[in-house]
């Protein structure tokens, strides 16, 4: 496919060249923001994350985003070695460093740390934690709706790998979408455990039919704050929402689809397993949830 597209496309800026990223208590040129072989994070995928946006000089929701990042270190028994503030306080250090004051995205990550020897046994990781951010100059450039592919990777089971858990160990997504990529679409779309639609490998999906929004119970996905967000902008604003199972069969028939993330917001499906979605534009509940939340942000990021 010559016209490949990904739900993290951004326009290029040539500025992200020469960022500042706030490493470990100090902000350095992204040519010196250098992370040990021996990391955790590097070695075993042993460390948690999360992705803000900034908007008009406040980062979107950042109580709940602090909210989901303690709770996940505490769920793998990692010590951030910062206070909640200490945390936001870097954020915003790292933005002042980079002249930053809307369209920019943040990844803020924390490791178990360096490790003395290269095996798995958390007291390996004398050193630690590793704590990175990085902030980029950040305009989602998504030109036209995403084609999505099921494949056979699934959500699973809370007690394999909790997929609430936004854990770097990301492997069975990136298999999920180069899954997809390889049936000619552009993210995957993932079932969960008893084959109900759950979520694609990057973002949370939600469908309408006859005008009700549904997406999934949330028992197998990461419970997105995006996510969140729409679901409350339903209930507020009288549009029917449904934390649902529904098939294949359900999806195929739907009237809209969309993604939610942080960095898309919502972002219109066109094409599911080479079947068109409604009229394979964005339909028009998508587009009245897209300007309620935009007019959220402003509200939220004046």
């Known amino acids: 496919m010559t016209d490949h597209v990904t739900t993290h496309q951004a326009e290029d800026d040539a500025r992200n060249e020469d960022i500042q990223i706030w490493l470990n208590g100090r902000v350095v040129p992204k040519v010196q923001a250098l992370v040990s072989v021996y990391d955790s994070g590097f070695m075993l995928g042993d460390g948690v994350w999360e992705g803000l946006r900034l908007y008009n000089g406040t980062w979107a929701f950042l109580d709940e985003h602090m909210d989901r990042l303690f709770e996940a270190a505490k769920a793998i028994d990692l010590d951030i070695g910062l206070t909640r503030a200490q945390v936001v306080k870097a954020l915003e250090d790292t933005r002042h460093a980079n002249g930053m004051h809307t369209d920019a995205h943040a990844r803020l990550m924390v490791t178990r740390g360096v490790k003395m020897r290269p095996f798995q046994h958390p007291s390996l990781s004398r050193s630690g934690p590793t704590v990175a951010i990085i902030c980029e100059h950040s305009r989602p450039k998504i030109p036209r709706p995403i084609r999505l592919a099921t494949v056979p990777h699934l959500r699973g089971l809370p007690m394999t790998q909790d997929p609430k858990l936004n854990s770097h160990s990301k492997l069975n997504c ?8 390889k049936a000619g679409a552009d993210e995957a779309l993932m079932l969960d455990v008893h084959g109900f639609v759950n979520t694609t ?4 999906f939600f469908i309408v039919r006859k005008g009700q929004v549904w997406t999934s119970t949330g028992d197998y996905c990461m419970n997105g704050i995006t996510r969140q967000k729409v679901i409350d902008l339903c209930r507020a604003n009288d549009i029917p929402v449904f934390e649902r199972n529904f098939s294949l069969v359900d999806t195929y028939g739907a009237d809209e689809a969309f993604l939610t993330g942080t960095f898309g917001a919502q ?3 066109s094409e599911i397993d080479g079947r068109q979605i409604g009229t394979g534009a964005m339909g028009p509940v998508t587009e009245r949830l897209r300007a309620l939340y935009k007019d959220l942000i402003s509200r939220s990021c004046a």
Do not use: D, H
Request: hydrophobic fraction near 55%; include cysteine.
């Open 174 to 181: 990136i298999l999920a979408c180069i899954a997809a990529e």
């Open 267 to 269: 972002t219109p499906v």
């Open 201 to 204: 490998n990057a973002c949370n």
